[in-house]
């Protein structure tokens, strides 16, 4: 029988841009984030990928280095700082599959709309978002897209 383990990244918090700083403030950070890789002997699966494509560049590399196959990258809700990153996540992974509950869907999807996407996200975080992915409803099986 195999054992679970786990592991946690931390992605160091993330500059925000701003034009509403409390007084005597000149920057804003977004808080630090993570992610948590829970696995077996072999294969992993990833929980939220992070914001930035750079932090999900980042957090690619991690999951590689822990030199387990990544079958699915599980996202916990649907605010953009937990699934914007599995885009690079997935194009170094491409047989994982990006699942959430189909409630964390429908919020991922409200905030691909241009009113957040843009209104909101990218305003803050200019030119560090470029093509966010939506996940499929989880039907209750993580078998990789590869596989039989």
């Known amino acids: 029988m ?6 946690t990244y931390v992605a160091p918090g993330t500059p ?3 034009d509403d700083l409390p ?3 000149t ?15 072999r294969e992993a699966v990833l929980v939220d990928a992070l914001l930035t494509d750079q932090q999900g560049l ?10 387990k196959d990544l079958t699915a990258v599980y996202v916990t809700h649907g605010h953009g700082d937990h699934f914007f990153g599995a885009a690079a996540v997935l194009e170094r992974f491409p047989d ?8 964390v869907v ?5 905030h691909l709309e241009p009113e957040l996407l843009d209104g909101f996200w990218r305003t803050r975080f200019p030119d560090q978002i470029t093509d966010p992915v939506v996940a499929e409803p989880f039907d209750g099986d993580l078998e990789p897209r590869g596989s039989g």
């Open 27 to 41: 920057s804003e950070m977004w808080s630090p984030i993570s992610a948590t890789l829970i696995h077996g002997d």
């Open 16 to 18: 925000v841009v701003s």
């Open 58 to 67: 980042d957090l690619a590399d991690w999951v590689e280095a822990a030199g």
């Open 2 to 7: 195999a054992t679970l383990a786990y592991e």
């Open 106 to 110: 429908d919020v991922m999807r409200e």
């Open 23 to 25: 007084v005597g403030e």
């Open 96 to 103: 994982a599959r990006l699942v959430a509950t189909p409630e």
